[in-house]
C-alpha cells in the first residue's frame, strides 16, 4: 500500500455550545479570547474557532485535535482549567459534541451552527 492508498488519519472535531448567564458577561467575554489563544497554540491542536449569539448570550467554540489526549491535556491546564472551575458560576447550559472525522478541515462556522 502506498501513501495514496492509506487512509486519511482521524482528528477529533469538538464543539461546544454555552449559555452565559447575564450577570457574567462581561467576565466571559474579557476572558474567552485569552482561553481561546491557547487552545490554538496547544500541541497536538489543529483549529480553533468560536462564534457568538450576543442577543441569546450563547457562544460556540469548535475545535480539531490530533488526537484526545492532546486536547483532554490543554483542557485540564491553564487558564482553561480555571475557567472550567467557574463553569457553574459562569453558565446557564453546557452542551458538547465530539466525533472523529478524517482530514483537519474545519467547517464553515456560519454554516454548521445556524
Not at 22 to 43: C, E, G, I, N
Not at 61 to 71: F, Q, S, V
Not at 90 to 105: F, K
Request: hydrophobic residues 45%; aromatic residues 10%; glycine residues 2%.
Amino acid at each position: 500500500m502506498d501513501a495514496a492508498d492509506s487512509p486519511s488519519p482521524q482528528y477529533l472535531h469538538s464543539c461546544t455550545m454555552m449559555t452565559i448567564k447575564p450577570r457574567h458577561f462581561f467576565a466571559f467575554v474579557s476572558t474567552a479570547p485569552k482561553v481561546l489563544a491557547t487552545a490554538a497554540q496547544a500541541p497536538g491542536n489543529v483549529a480553533a474557532a468560536t462564534k457568538a449569539d450576543l442577543l441569546r448570550l450563547r457562544f460556540w467554540t469548535y475545535t480539531i485535535w490530533e488526537d484526545a489526549k492532546a486536547m483532554q491535556a490543554w483542557m485540564y491546564s491553564g487558564n482553561h482549567a480555571e475557567v472550567m472551575q467557574q463553569f457553574e458560576v459562569l453558565q446557564n447550559d453546557i452542551r458538547s459534541l465530539e466525533t472523529y472525522a478524517q482530514g483537519p478541515n474545519a467547517p464553515n462556522l456560519d454554516q454548521a451552527i445556524p
